[in-house]
T-cell receptor
Framework: AQSVTQPDIHITVSEGASLELRCNYS??????LFWYVQSPGQGLQLLLK??????LVQGIKGFEAEFKRSQSSFNLRKPSVHWSDAAEYFC???????????????FGQGTRLTINP | DTGVSQDPRHKITKRGQNVTFRCDPI?????LYWYRQTLGQGPEFLTY????????KSRLLSDRFSAERPKGSFSTLEIQRTEQGDSAMYLC??????????FGPGTRLTVL
């Protein structure tokens, strides 16, 4: 079964500092991987996705992520964080369920990002 | 493209009452998903529609839960005889086949 682990429940960084959020996945085939961001009380916004090709993917708001098959990782990075980046970040892998192969996203527990001024 | 919308955004109910939530997907998205998110956790898959057909239901979806998507457009999720353990954020997402899922703002359910 597919699974996602986000080892860091809470990270605090200073505004302007660099950021890396870790994500490890378990999936038998080539994974489709996603990072979503969620502000308090809101739904999820897609930051970026990896389907195939270049292992370094660029997303919105200056985020990027690198797919490393050998490490089963898909870490999210940003060179310089802004106070508005404070939110919950979720890594997800797309899997299939049931005999009809319905798609579903399997999410990690999330990492809460706090920004110090 | 107006995005996925959900109604209501918040619902407070007493234990034992029935509640119904609505999701309007992005137009022309034939796939619609429901997820549940409890405090401090990532969303968990509940069920999935392709057009009007409900193709998969998670074991998380007890008999008290029912979802419909008449005519393959909007969807409703009903919870009968609510329990305090049903308190969560209920998220709806939609997609076209083989593409990214886009999420709505969610419905926050509080069962007293």
């Amino acid at each position: 079964a597919q699974s996602v682990t986000q080892p860091d429940i809470h990270i605090t960084v200073s505004e302007g500092a660099s950021l890396e959020l870790r994500c490890n996945y378990s999936y038998g085939a080539t994974p489709y991987l996603f990072w979503y961001v969620q502000s308090p009380g809101q739904g999820l916004q897609l930051l970026l996705k990896y389907f195939s090709g270049d292992t370094l993917v660029q997303g919105i708001k200056g985020f990027e992520a690198e797919f490393k098959r050998s490490q089963s990782s898909f870490n999210l990075r940003k060179p310089s964080v802004h106070w508005s980046d404070a939110a919950e970040y979720f890594c997800a892998v797309e899997g299939y369920v049931g005999i009809q192969g319905a798609q579903k996203l399997v999410f990690g527990q999330g990492t809460r990002l706090t920004i110090n001024p | 493209d107006t995005g996925v919308s959900q109604d209501p955004r918040h619902k407070i109910t007493k234990r034992g009452q029935n509640v119904t939530f609505r999701c309007d997907p992005i137009s022309e998205h034939n796939r619609l998903y429901w997820y549940r998110q409890t405090l401090g956790q990532g969303p968990e898959f509940l069920t999935y529609f392709q057009n009007e057909a409900q193709l998969e239901k998670s074991r998380l979806l007890s008999d008290r839960f029912s979802a419909e998507r008449p005519k393959g457009s909007f969807s409703t999720l009903e919870i009968q005889r609510t329990e305090q353990g049903d308190s969560a954020m209920y998220l709806c997402a939609s997609s076209r086949r083989g593409t990214t899922q886009y999420f709505g703002p969610g419905t926050r359910l509080t069962v007293l």
